[in-house]
């Protein structure tokens, strides 16, 4: 079973500048990690959407692993990510399982879809694209309106834009409390269909990944400890 980690990381006053100049080391060092295919280190907006103005105050680690065991030494014991959470006031940990996606995060397809029979109800959804720059002033002019419209979704339980690039390599990852609510969100909400529409019209995106999950409540990582 492929299960992903988010991490959400909550800058602590006054470790702003530590925890940014960091950013320059950390994702490097995220892709050393034993048992993760693929790890990426990500910025954040202001609100719950994306945003054109960076937040300093939040950071987001998602890791890749196709055998669960190894997540545990990673939060436990890898240096790097305990130096980092020095700077943090708190540290959020979601953890789901990939059932739908289509399209590629650097030329790869980092999730795999495996059968399995999951009870969970709420549901996580990650978006990213990379945005062509001749686009860029045509995207960000959209923008207000589609994150004012996850906002005020119903059934939303979280959401935050984050990314790689500021501007360009942009993601937003969301979390419903059922199946259809996010359904709702994504077929029938006017600012949300426009955009789908634009994305086509316009062709924004250089490229592009839309990932749904199974937010999974109750996996523990100490469940899956290495003998």
């Known amino acids: 079973?492929?299960?992903?980690?988010?991490?959400?990381?909550?800058?602590?006053?006054?470790?702003?500048?530590?925890?940014f100049t960091k950013m320059a080391f950390f994702p490097n060092e995220l892709k050393l990690v034993e048992g993760c295919s693929f790890a990426k280190m990500m910025g954040s907006g202001h609100g719950q959407g994306f945003s054109i103005r960076p937040n300093f105050g939040i950071y987001a680690a998602m890791m890749v692993w196709d055998d669960p065991k190894y997540i545990h030494k990673f939060e436990s014991s890898f240096k790097p990510l305990l130096e980092y959470q020095k700077n943090t006031s708190s540290t959020t940990k979601i953890y789901a399982t990939p059932y739908k996606f289509h399209g590629t995060w650097d030329n790869k397809t980092p999730f795999k879809i495996i059968e399995h029979d999951f009870t969970s109800i709420k549901r996580l959804v990650l978006t990213r694209a990379t945005i062509k720059p001749t686009k860029l002033i045509h995207f960000w002019k959209h923008v207000p309106k589609t994150s004012k419209a996850i906002e005020e979704a119903k059934g939303r339980l979280y959401s935050i834009g984050i990314g790689e690039l500021p501007w360009i390599q942009q993601a937003t990852l969301s979390i419903w409390e059922s199946e259809e609510a996010m359904k709702e969100y994504a077929y029938s909400n006017k600012s949300h269909i426009e955009a789908i529409q634009l994305t086509k019209k316009l062709d924004w995106y250089k490229e592009e990944m839309f990932t749904r999950f199974y937010e999974l409540s109750n996996f523990i990582p100490e469940d899956y400890k290495s003998n």
């Open 1 to 19: 079973m492929q299960i992903v980690s988010f991490y959400i990381f909550n800058i602590s006053q006054g470790k702003k500048l530590k925890a």
